[in-house]
Nanobody
């Protein structure tokens, strides 16, 4: 299956902002739930924010009030605006898209990850 294309990672000071962008295959973008996950050393990959094709949104508690996820249908992309970044936000961020096929198979698409580093 196709991988998603991620961009926008980098190194910022605490309190700064980054905007991550993920481009999904056009053929699945309209029917897939999409989201951003992150993984830190010694931890599992956890959901940060998710948005469905109809705009339903869910945030991790740590992201509420600071992060905003959005979809750009014209560009087949899902973006994550991250404000007020903390050192605890340092992680590799992964874009994900999931869809269920007509024969009940769940297909999961992942990006390669983009590094976000936040320091004091």
């Amino acid at each position: 299956q196709e991988q998603l294309v991620e961009s926008g990672g980098g190194s910022v000071q605490a309190g700064g902002s980054l905007r991550l962008s993920c481009t999904a295959p056009r053929s699945i973008f309209g029917v897939a739930a999409t989201g951003w996950f992150r993984q830190v050393p010694g931890s599992q990959r956890d959901m940060v924010a998710a948005i469905t094709s109809v705009g339903n949104i869910n945030y991790a508690d740590s992201a509420k009030g600071r992060f905003t996820i959005s979809r750009n249908d014209a560009k087949n992309s899902v973006d994550l605006q991250m404000n007020s970044l903390k050192p605890e936000d340092t992680a590799v961020y992964y874009c994900n898209a999931r869809r269920t096929t007509s024969d009940h198979r769940t297909l999961s698409y992942w990006g390669q990850g983009t590094k976000v580093t936040d320091s004091s």
